[in-house]
């Protein structure tokens, strides 16, 4: 790593920061020596409570009974909204682009506050009731903040659906979290391309006979099919109930929201996350990371359907007064300047978004970025995947004029919010490099054994110590939860990434150990992949590994061997493809499949991936000990029968 420059504190940054180095390390040490003491203080300034918690936190990971806040209620969305009407009614929540750079609108807190008071009672209207399940599949426009919002005032339950999930994601997403309720829109356009919303929650619902309502925002002119017993337009039924909604007082315990994620098994984990504890960590992270001063504007440009989306679009900036971009289209559409002509038109001070845009704008050429000014910016931020240093200089050179820290953060859908991060104005900046923990987290690196490991060396990166944004569970799954990321290492939280602290103290995401791809961004589990193709009659094994991708950092590749006696051919790849899209979604689809007459396994039966990632990705020179194998002749076949 010594060919990596570090950068200093950006200059212009420096007098404005929230935090100083050396804040940040009283702090930190204060946050880790008397966790109780510093998160109730945060807790105390950053969020309003109808009643205190009686004690800030009880349990540990041993038992996995962690608890925060305990018996102090609260109502999320009065902290998001309510309660800034008396400061900050006419303070612009929500700016919105959408899909054509013609179409915008902004919303105050006051008006946002309006339309979540009328939702909320359409669907009390429909019988949604506390602690019912309420699934959101929308695109990126201001009826998916208040619908979560809505749900979060009444303390029903949110299941936000990314819109590029397949019907058939969709319903196993309905069934294992028995929503009976689904809000959506008729369809959108993302770039060019229509995305039919609402036909695919028809479809879905197919299977889901216990959904009884699906409320439907009418966002473009296109005919859609209507189910006069089941469907209601959004429009009609906010103007057919009160604008006076109130609160529900929630216990910090109460469940929140419920997010998909996938695992290492192929069926995807509801995420369930908790009122207290998450927004505290949300509204704090979002303070700190982001060195959020009033009148910054915000844009986080993930999707909703994501937990950055819900943490940083949503929750963080609205906890804290300040106005979130939300954005409906693409990097790349009309042309590759879109994201920094929103910058120039908004104002954007802050942006927070994927490596794999910032490499799919890079790879178009450097005068998309410099026919434009973006001189608003003041702080770039990363996350989902790690950033290539190279890509990372790019960000802070062209974007950033060289004079916004990069904040690369990072963190997980289980995690909440933001887990290790430089903090801007701070720290060093040292390009490809995590950085910091955050405030109360606690990181090691351990061996296989659960060692803890020096400075410099590889592991696994594991968090030791309890923080108020963890998840609570998965939902109606509480074994999987414990076996997932508190079994393997007693008292531990496991978070499936290998990484490396160095000697100053930083932190390096090096990937996961698991079988989890990371492909553009999005979190892909290769049981899932395999799982879809499998459902293919003509397929009998398959085994899905990564390989490196230019722009999506990972892409999917997959070893299919076909059913004796059927002949391998173009259509039957295509149709596999087909299958996976239907499945899982077009985020999933395989990049390549290798025909494969056997796959490399042990003499108990277990595909070595180890092997099959290596003649995937070609790095064929040292191909370990092979020596298990039954049948040690299929690897030359597979290396001879390598695609590209
Ligand atoms: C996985 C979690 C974080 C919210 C969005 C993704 C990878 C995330 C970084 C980063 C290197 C990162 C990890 C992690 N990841 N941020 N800054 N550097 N890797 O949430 O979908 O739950 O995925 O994303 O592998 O485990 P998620």
Redesign the pocket.
């Known amino acids: 790593m010594s060919n990596i420059k570090n950068y200093p504190i950006a200059p212009k940054f420096t007098q404005q920061a929230n935090i100083s180095e050396l804040q940040y390390h009283q702090m930190y040490t204060h946050s880790i020596i008397e966790p109780d003491n510093f998160w109730g203080q945060q807790a105390n300034q950053l969020i309003s409570w109808f009643k205190p918690w009686e004690k800030v936190s009880t349990g540990d990971f041993t038992h996995m009974d962690t608890t925060w806040f305990i018996n102090g209620k609260l109502n999320v969305c009065y902290n998001c909204i309510d309660r800034h009407l008396p400061t900050r009614a006419n303070h612009v929540a929500l700016l919105w682009e959408g899909n054509e750079p013609q179409q915008s609108l902004q919303l105050t807190y006051a008006e946002l506050f309006e339309k979540i008071c009328r939702f909320s009672n359409v669907l009390k209207k429909q019988g949604v009731q506390k602690g019912d399940r309420v699934a959101i599949y929308l695109p990126m426009i201001p009826e998916a903040v208040v619908a979560m919002l809505a749900c979060a005032r009444i303390g029903a339950v949110h299941s936000v659906i990314f819109g590029g999930f397949s019907s058939d994601a969709i319903k196993n997403r309905l069934l294992d979290a028995d929503c009976k309720i689904v809000i959506t829109a008729s369809d959108c356009y993302r770039g060019n391309k229509i995305i039919p919303l609402k036909h695919n929650i028809d479809t879905a619902l197919l299977e889901c006979p216990d959904v009884k309502s699906v409320i439907v925002v009418k966002h473009t002119e296109n005919v859609i099919e209507w189910n006069d017993h089941r469907d209601y337009w959004y429009h009609e039924e906010i103007n057919s109930v009160s604008v006076d909604c109130p609160c529900e007082e929630m216990d910090a315990q109460d469940p929140l929201f419920i997010l998909y994620?996938s695992g290492s098994t192929g069926k995807p984990k509801g995420i369930l996350h908790v009122t207290g504890g998450y927004l505290t960590y949300v509204a704090t992270t979002f303070k700190y990371i982001f060195d959020y001063h009033d009148n910054d504007i915000f844009w986080c440009t993930a999707d909703v359907g994501?937990?950055?989306g819900h943490s940083y679009v949503v929750y963080g900036p609205l906890c804290n007064g300040a106005t979130s971009l939300l954005f409906e289209g693409i990097p790349n559409y009309p042309n590759p300047s879109r994201y920094w002509e929103i910058v120039d038109k908004y104002k954007v001070t802050i942006i927070y978004t994927s490596p794999t845009a910032i490499r799919a704008l890079r790879h178009e050429g450097d005068h998309w970025v410099t026919d434009t000014n973006r001189k608003s910016l003041r702080l770039l931020g990363?996350?989902?995947?790690?950033i290539n240093p190279d890509v990372w200089e790019w960000y802070y050179t062209v974007i950033g004029h060289e004079h916004c820290p990069i904040v690369?953060?990072?963190?997980?859908?289980e995690t909440g919010g933001i887990m290790i991060s430089p903090f801007p104005g701070a720290a060093i900046l040292k390009p490809g490099a995590?950085s910091w923990p955050f405030f109360g987290i606690k990181p090691a690196i351990i061996d296989d054994h659960g060692n803890k490991l020096p400075a410099d060396q590889k592991g696994k990166l594991v968090i030791t110590q309890p923080w108020p944004g963890m998840a609570k569970t998965i939902y109606n799954n509480p074994d999987r939860f414990f076996n997932a990321y508190f079994k393997d290492y007693p008292g531990y939280y496991l978070?499936?990434?290998d990484a490396r602290c160095d000697a100053d103290g930083y932190y390096w995401?090096l990937?996961?150990n698991d079988d989890v791809l990371?492909v553009s961004g999005h979190?892909i589990s290769t049981a899932e992949v395999e799982n879809a193709i499998l459902a293919d009659l003509s397929v009998s094994e398959a085994a899905v590994v990564p390989i490196q991708h230019e722009i999506k950092g990972e892409a999917i590749y997959a070893f299919v061997t076909l059913k004796m006696g059927i002949k391998p051919n173009e259509s039957l790849k295509k149709e596999i493809i087909q299958k996976v899209r239907e499945n899982i979604g077009a985020i999933a689809a395989p990049d390549h499949i290798q025909w494969a007459d056997a796959l490399p396994k042990t003499r108990s039966g277990k595909i070595m991936r180890r092997l099959l990632r290596k003649i995937a990705d070609n790095d064929l020179t040292d191909l370990g000990d092979t020596t298990t194998l039954t049948d040690p002749s299929v690897i030359d076949r597979l290396i001879r029968g390598r695609q590209m």
Request: aromatic share 12%; charged share 25%.
């Open positions: 994620t994501w937990i950055t990363s996350v989902g995947e790690p690369d953060t990072w963190w997980q859908t995590a978070t499936g990434d995401i990937g996961r990371k979190r």
